[in-house]
């Protein structure tokens, strides 16, 4: 055995087995992507989501997409930027009635999609959307849309 062999095994008794562990303080604000951050590492480094973790993430994730057309149709509204088409405004009604409190799971948010595919093949919604600089949204709601024609 050379003698960097023998340092690293050292080293490894040592330290436990993790000579090459590093901890890490993520600082920021909320939804800056500290969370994401920590899930990409996950993925990158192959390291595998238990089932618990999963079906967090997807409580999450459904809540961002309604919480995220909440948003878009409030600043709809207040850019005045008018329908494209009249079922939107009922659409839009019933998408606020949803209280960002409750944890959807994905029987609930199978029943959100038919009004979120509405709002956002309505141009209205993607006006808004274009002018996101303007006011705050959750960063993955067209994301986690997967593209723009449908959730």
């Not at 999963?54 to 997409?65: C, L, R, S, T």
């Not at 405004?89 to 998408?95: F, G, S, V, Y």
């Not at 209205?124 to 959307?129: L, P």
Request: contains cysteine; aromatic residues 8%.
């Amino acid at each position: 055995m050379n003698a960097v062999k023998m340092k690293e095994e050292r080293a490894r008794a040592l330290c436990g087995g993790e000579l090459h562990a590093v901890k890490l303080l993520l600082l920021g604000a909320g939804e800056s992507g500290k969370s994401t951050f920590l899930k990409q590492m996950r993925i990158i480094h192959g390291i595998n989501f238990e089932p618990e973790l999963i079906k967090e993430y997807q409580h999450v994730i459904y809540q961002n997409i309604v919480k995220g057309m909440q948003v878009l149709c409030d600043a709809r509204d207040k850019l005045d930027i008018p329908w494209e088409h009249p079922t939107s405004q009922l659409a839009a009604n019933e998408a606020v009635m949803f209280h960002s409190g409750c944890l959807l799971d994905a029987e609930q948010f199978h029943q959100y999609v038919p009004l979120i595919n509405i709002l956002w093949t309505d141009g209205a919604i993607r006006k808004a959307y274009d002018r996101r600089r303007e006011f705050q949204i959750v960063s993955q709601i067209v994301r986690e849309k997967g593209n723009k024609e449908s959730p």
